[in-house]
């Protein structure tokens, strides 16, 4: 099926430290992004966990350096 407009390709979610994940992901220079988290998909209850992302080159990354205790979702929204 086709890809909305609003979500970016996810490249990889990586653990580089304890703690903590790193979201990579495609990304359109001069578009800003925003990583959001959700500990239950069921829900559907998506909270931001990253300040606006501008990208600046094909790929941006965004670390959560606070992804201590239980299950984490994440997905990247483009901003409008």
Known sequence: ???SPTSPTRSS???PATGSFTVTWASVVGKTYRVQAC??????SWTD???DV???SATST?????????RK???VQLVP
């Not at 965004?62 to 239980?70: F, L, N, R």
């Open 1 to 3: 099926g086709a890809r």
């Open 73 to 75: 979702f994440y997905r």
């Open 49 to 51: 966990v990253s300040p």
């Open 13 to 15: 979610i990586s653990s």
């Open 62 to 70: 965004w670390t959560d350096a606070s992804a201590m205790g239980g």
């Open 39 to 44: 500990s239950d998909l069921v829900s559907g």
């Open 54 to 56: 501008a990208a600046t």
